[in-house]
T-cell receptor, first 113, second 110 residues
Framework: ETGVTQSPTHLIKTRGQQVTLRCSSQ?????VSWYQQALGQGPQFIFQ???????GRGNFPPRFSGLQFPNYSSELNVNALELDDSALYLC????????????FGPGTRLTVT | DAKTTQPNSMESNEEEPVHLPCNHS???????IHWYRQLPSQGPEYVIH???SNVNNRMASLAIAEDRKSSTLILHRATLRDAAVYYC???????????FGTGTRLTVIP
C-alpha cells in the first residue's frame, strides 16, 4: 500500500509569484483534502476534492485553488503569493469523503520572501 | 465549530501510561471526537475516534465522559516514539474536514 506523497518537499518563492503543490493520494482513496499549517499552529482546512469536484472549502481566498485528476492525485495552486502564505502545506487522503480517518502526507514547506 | 480545550503540554515517563485530557463542553449530539497526533517533521496521524462509547484500537484507548463534555486519550505504555503534538478535534457527522486547535505537546522522558 502506497502512502500519501507530496512534492516538492521545500519551496522558496517571491511575493506575487504563483506556486503549484502536488499530492498523490494513498492507493484506493478517492478524496484529497488540503491544509495549511503555520508555525506553532494546528493545520487549517483549505478545501477538499472528491471525485474531481471541490467538496467543501475553508476560509481561504479564491487565489487558493485546486484540481483533482482522474487518478485522484491533486494540485494546490496559490496565486499572488503573500508573505503570510509561508507555511507547511499538508495533503490528506481518505475514502469517499470520510473525514475521520484521513492519511496525511509529510507536507510541502513553502517560504515566501 | 465546537471548541476543544487541551493543556498546552504534558510530560510522561517512558513505559508509563499517559492520560491526555480534552474538554469540549459545547459538544453537540452529532459531533464525533477525533484524536490525531503529529510527530516532529511529519504530517498528522490518525489515532482514534468515537461518538459516545469508549473505543480501543492498537494505538490507544478513548474514554468518553457520560455527558460527552470531556474525553481522555489513553496511551497504555508511552514510548519515545509517542512524543508528539496530540490534537483533540470535534467534527459533526457528515462534515468533510477537521478543525485542528493547537493541541497538547507530549514529552516522553526516558
Amino acid at each position: 500500500e502506497t502512502g500519501v506523497t507530496q512534492s516538492p518537499t521545500h519551496l522558496i518563492k517571491t511575493r506575487g509569484q504563483q506556486v503549484t503543490l502536488r499530492c498523490s493520494s494513498q492507493s484506493g482513496h478517492n478524496t484529497v483534502s488540503w491544509y495549511q499549517q503555520a508555525l506553532g499552529q494546528g493545520p487549517q482546512f483549505i478545501f477538499q476534492y472528491y471525485r474531481e469536484e471541490e467538496n467543501g472549502r475553508g476560509n481561504f481566498p479564491p487565489r487558493f485553488s485546486g484540481l483533482q485528476f482522474p487518478n485522484y492525485s491533486s494540485e494546490l495552486n496559490v496565486n499572488a503569493l503573500e508573505l503570510d502564505d509561508s507555511a507547511l502545506y499538508l495533503c490528506a487522503s481518505s475514502f469517499d469523503g470520510l473525514y475521520y480517518e484521513q492519511y496525511f502526507g509529510p507536507g510541502t514547506r513553502l517560504t515566501v520572501t | 465549530d465546537a471548541k476543544t480545550t487541551q493543556p498546552n503540554s504534558m510530560e510522561s515517563n517512558e513505559e508509563e501510561p499517559v492520560h491526555l485530557p480534552c474538554n469540549h463542553s459545547t459538544i453537540s449530539g452529532t459531533d464525533y471526537i477525533h484524536w490525531y497526533r503529529q510527530l516532529p517533521s511529519q504530517g498528522p496521524e490518525y489515532v482514534i475516534h468515537g461518538l459516545t462509547s469508549n473505543v480501543n484500537n492498537r494505538m490507544a484507548s478513548l474514554a468518553i465522559a457520560e455527558d460527552r463534555k470531556s474525553s481522555t486519550l489513553i496511551l497504555h505504555r508511552a514510548t519515545l516514539r509517542d512524543a508528539a503534538v496530540y490534537y483533540c478535534i470535534l467534527s459533526p457527522t457528515g462534515a468533510n474536514n477537521l478543525f485542528f486547535g493547537t493541541g497538547t505537546r507530549l514529552t516522553v522522558i526516558p
